[in-house]
């Protein structure tokens, strides 16, 4: 739902529980900050999966798979509708805000397993974005850490939220 986690990284668009929770601390990708992985995807794709404690909200899932993809916004003349871009692969809902959910427990971990990756065991909790088809190389991404978010880890008080 929307006061869950997963929902702000994966639905929400522009704006997130974090910017009210987090006191100007706003270290993450959530709201328009997901677009710097849809842009670093030559399909402008991410795939999310996460494993978490279940809790009351989440009922007896503990694991979801989803995927998102930001695409060019295009209008169709014959049905005089414009379309965003926006597309997600879940499951579908009754929910016209919403028309997809988070793929979830057994099933999540297969679709990840398919895809090639080892699912996270009991107790590994975590969420994996997997951004398909990026061209940067892992020292270009060892830079910029040391660049832009080292400053931060070091800085006193700074690191309070990670």
């Not at 709201?31 to 849809?38: D, H």
């Not at 090639?116 to 190389?137: A, L, M």
């Amino acid at each position: 739902d929307i006061n869950d986690r997963f929902f702000n990284l994966v639905l929400s668009i522009t704006k997130s529980k974090k910017q009210e929770e987090s006191e100007g601390n706003f270290l993450g990708s959530y709201g328009f900050g997901k677009m710097v992985f849809a842009l670093s995807s030559d399909l402008r794709t991410m795939i999310y999966y996460s494993h978490f404690p279940k809790n009351e909200r989440s009922g007896e899932d503990e694991k979801r798979f989803m995927a998102s993809a930001f695409l060019p916004s295009y209008f169709e003349e014959k049905k005089e509708l414009e379309y965003t871009g926006q597309a997600y692969f879940g499951l579908t809902t009754d929910k016209p805000n919403n028309p997809r959910k988070p793929i979830t427990n057994d099933d999540a971990d297969t679709l990840f397993k398919e895809l090639g990756f080892k699912p996270r065991e009991p107790g590994d909790f975590g969420t994996t974005v997997i951004v398909p088809d990026c061209s940067y190389k892992i020292s270009d991404l060892g830079k910029a850490v040391e660049k832009w978010w080292w400053p931060l880890l070091v800085k006193d008080g700074a690191n309070k939220n990670l």
